[in-house]
Structures are given as structure tokens and as C-alpha cells.
T-cell receptor
Framework: NAGVMQNPRHLVRRRGQEARLRCSPMKGHSHVYWYRQLPEEGLKFMVY????????ESGMPKERFSAEFPKEGPSILRIQQVVRGDSAAYFC????????????????FGAGTRLSVL | DQQVKQNSPSLSVQEGRISILNCDYT??????FLWYKKYPAEGPTFLISISSIKDKNEDGRFTVFLNKSAKHLSLHIVPSQPGDSAVYFC?????????????FGKGTLLTVNP
């Protein structure tokens, strides 16, 4: 299966703990995006990364949230000192390129990680 | 503020009939639109897209219509099949700006009854 892989699928944390969400993009894709879906809401853009670079993190909360996409290994979305409001589904997407031809830059999504904060 | 609105949370149709899902947007900078389908416990799957230079795009049973003056688009599924039952998300972006930022609606749950 060459799709976008996210793990874990479900993650339960107590308030104040750290959450680490992993995303492996589709084979051949070097652009990764993270989105968050709160209950009853649409997906909201958080961050866009390329290998070893954060391109746009304008959708990410300024505190406690960070993201990386190292040269080797999956992209990681890290949430420190989680609070109940962080409970959501976090989706990762990848695309083969990011240019002006959007028909070639379709974002393909993983199955998501559902984070529950107790 | 919601820049992409899907005002119908749910829609129920009979198998074989047409399903019409609607989407409105407020940001006039949006010029590229996508529809994604999502089954429970899965991620959104790309379905079809349309650029603002067109008013219609067709792919098999799926057709998307764009009315720029009304800032409205719709997805038509003909004929509808039970396997089409899913949540459908409308998304939009600005091809000239940060085109990777997709703005999603809240989704419409489509149920196709056998």
C-alpha cells in the first residue's frame, strides 16, 4: 500500500502529556501538510512542510504545537502539554509537487489520528 | 468566519437517482475547487476538481458545476449508488497565492438508499 500512512490511529493522552503523531507520505511525494478537524467542523490547515523545511506554519497554534519533516523518517506533529481542546482528528496529506498546476498537486490524505485528551 | 459553506449537513436519495451537493464560498480570491469524499474511519479521498476558468468538469458519474458570479458550486452524482454513501467535503484554494492551503466546508453526509 503506497498511500499516506498515519500512526497511531487513535491516541489517548491525559492533560499535560505530550502527543506525537506520525505521517509517512506517499512514495515519491516530498510535500506534507497537516490539517485538524474539530468535532462538527471541516478540516483546517495547520502546516506545510518539505524535507527539513517548514514552509508555512500559519495555521498552527503558536504555543505547544510543532512539526518537522526530517531528511529520514516520517513527518511528526508534536503537541506538548495537551489540553482537552486539542481533542480532534489530525490528518496528514502529501502531494508530489507544489507548483502552479494545481491539477498535478492534488493532496492525498491519510486515515488520520484521532486524539482524545482526558 | 466560514469561507466555504456547505449548508446541508445531510442528504438522502434513492439509488439510481441524482444526488446534488451544494457549496458556497465567500472569498473571491478562490479560483480552484475540489470535492473530497470521506468514509468513516478513513481519510478524505479526492474526487474531482474544477478551475475557475471552467464552469463544468465531468468524470464518469460525477460532474461539478461552478457559478462564479453566485460563488456557488455543486457536485452531481448520476446515477447514485449505495457505495456513494459518505461525507462529501467541498474545498477551495487560491492558485495564485498559498495554493496548498485548502479551505474546507463542514461536509454533507450523503446517504443513498437501495
Amino acid at each position: 500500500n503506497a498511500g499516506v500512512m498515519q500512526n497511531p490511529r487513535h491516541l489517548v493522552r491525559r492533560r499535560g502529556q505530550e502527543a506525537r503523531l506520525r505521517c509517512s507520505p506517499m512514495k515519491g511525494h516530498s510535500h506534507v501538510y497537516w490539517y485538524r478537524q474539530l468535532p462538527e467542523e471541516g478540516l483546517k490547515f495547520m502546516v506545510y512542510l518539505q524535507k527539513e523545511n517548514i514552509i508555512d506554519e500559519s495555521g498552527m497554534p503558536k504555543e505547544r504545537f510543532s512539526a518537522e519533516f526530517p531528511k529520514e523518517g516520517p513527518s511528526i506533529l508534536r503537541i506538548q502539554q495537551v489540553v482537552r481542546g486539542d481533542s480532534a482528528a489530525y490528518f496528514c496529506a502529501s502531494s508530489p509537487m507544489n507548483g502552479r498546476d494545481l491539477a498535478k498537486n492534488i493532496q492525498y490524505f491519510g486515515a488520520g489520528t484521532r486524539l482524545s485528551v482526558l | 468566519d466560514q469561507q466555504v459553506k456547505q449548508n446541508s449537513p445531510s442528504l438522502s436519495v434513492q439509488e439510481g437517482r441524482i444526488s446534488i451537493l451544494n457549496c458556497d464560498y465567500t472569498n473571491s480570491m478562490f479560483d480552484y475547487f475540489l470535492w473530497y469524499k470521506k468514509y468513516p474511519a478513513e481519510g478524505p479521498t479526492f474526487l474531482i476538481s474544477i478551475s475557475s476558468i471552467k464552469d463544468k468538469n465531468e468524470d464518469g458519474r460525477f460532474t461539478v458545476f461552478l457559478n462564479k458570479s453566485a460563488k456557488h458550486l455543486s457536485l452531481h452524482i448520476v446515477p447514485s449508488q449505495p457505495g456513494d454513501s459518505a461525507v462529501y467535503f467541498c474545498a477551495a484554494t487560491n492558485s495564485g497565492g498559498s495554493n496548498y492551503k485548502l479551505t474546507f466546508g463542514k461536509g454533507t453526509l450523503l446517504t443513498v438508499n437501495p
